[in-house]
C-alpha cells in the first residue's frame, strides 16, 4: 500500500483511537473530531494524560532495561501508532546502535507516517509492515520481518497500550502465545494496558466514550493481564503499576503519580 492509498483510507469523520493517544502526548497529528473525543475522556477523568506518558516512560525504561542488561538486540513491537519521538528504535539505538526493530501496525494512518520509523542507525535496521495482532501468522510470514530479524536470536515482542483494544473474544492471549512460541530462548515480552482496578466506574464510562466511537475495549485487572506472561519469568517487580516499574529518578517529576492517575499494569518477562 503507497502512502497516497494509505491517505485515501483515513476516515477524518469519527474519532480514531491512535490520533485520540496523539493528543493525549501533546502531538499535532489529530484532527479536531479527535481532540473532542479525548475531551470527552479528559472531563470523566483528566489523568489520561498522566497515564499516556507513563505508558511512553515505561516502554523507554523497559527497551533500556532489555538491551542494557537482557542482551537483547531485536524488536518486534506490534500496535505501534502514530510515531513519537523518541520512537522504539531511538531508544535502543541509543543503547545498541546495532538494535533491530519491526514495527506493526494494521492502521492505513500509522502507514502514513511509517517513514518516521525507518530513520534507522547505520549498525542497525529499522523497518514497518502492515498488519493485524489478530492475523499472528501474517506477521511471522512477512517477508519484511525475515530481512530485518533473525529469529534464532532473542526478540522483545512489545505491546504498549495495544491489548485493551483487543477483547477476549478475538483470544488475546492466544494470539500472544502464538507469537513468543515463534520466538527463542531468552526472548522477552513487554507489555503496558489499561485497568478498572482503581476506579471501575470510572473506567467503564470511559470504555463507553471509546465503544460510542466504534472502537472496542476491554481493560483488564491485575491478574488477567499477568495471564499474558504465563510460562515467563517475570522480571522484578513483576506486573506493577506503571510508574512503579523500575522508576528512573531522571525521569521523575517533582510530584508522582497516584496509582489511579497512572491505572496502567505494566510487565516484562523472559522466555525460558
Known amino acids: 500500500m503507497t502512502d497516497s492509498h494509505a491517505a485515501r483510507d483515513i476516515d477524518t469523520s469519527r474519532p480514531h483511537s491512535a490520533r485520540m493517544y496523539d ?37 523507554h525504561r523497559a527497551t533500556r532495561i532489555l538491551a542494557r542488561e537482557h542482551g537483547i538486540r531485536q524488536w518486534l513491537d506490534i500496535g505501534t501508532g502514530i510515531p513519537t519521538e523518541p520512537n522504539l528504535h531511538q531508544v535502543a539505538q541509543a543503547v545498541v546502535p546495532e538494535a533491530r526493530v519491526v514495527y506493526a501496525d494494521n492502521d492505513p494512518l500509522v502507514l502514513k507516517y511509517a517513514e518516521r520509523l525507518m530513520r534507522s542507525t547505520p549498525e542497525g535496521r529499522t523497518t514497518y509492515i502492515q498488519a493485524d495482532f489478530t492475523e499472528p501468522e501474517a506477521i511471522l510470514g512477512a517477508p519484511e520481518l525475515h530481512e ?25 492471549y492466544g494470539i500472544v502465545a502464538r507469537l513468543l512460541d515463534a520466538l527463542p530462548s ?24 471509546y465503544i460510542a466511537t466504534g472502537t472496542r475495549v476491554q481493560v483488564r485487572s491485575r491478574e488477567e493481564v499477568g495471564r499474558f506472561f504465563e510460562g515467563l519469568d517475570l522480571l522484578e517487580p513483576g506486573v506493577e503499576v506503571g510508574h512503579r516499574w523500575r522508576p ?25
Request: aromatic content about 10%.
Open 186 to 209: 531468552g526472548s522477552a515480552l513487554a507489555l503496558s494496558h489499561c485497568t478498572p482496578d482503581f476506579d471501575p466506574v470510572t473506567w467503564q464510562t470511559l470504555c463507553d466514550i
Open 148 to 172: 530485518a530479524l533473525d529469529l534464532t536470536q532473542p526478540v522483545a515482542l512489545s505491546l504498549n497500550a495495544l491489548l485493551h483494544f483487543v477483547p477476549d473474544d478475538l483470544d488475546p
Open 248 to 272: 528512573d529518578p531522571r525521569e521523575q517529576g517533582t510530584t508522582e503519580p497516584t496509582d489511579i492517575e497512572v491505572s496502567l499494569w505494566t510487565a516484562v518477562g523472559i522466555k525460558p
Open 23 to 59: 493528543y493525549y502526548l501533546g502531538g499535532k497529528d489529530h484532527f479536531e473530531v479527535d481532540q473532542q473525543a479525548a475531551g470527552k475522556v479528559a472531563d470523566v477523568f483528566p489523568a489520561i494524560f498522566v497515564c499516556a506518558g507513563e505508558n511512553r516512560a515505561f516502554m
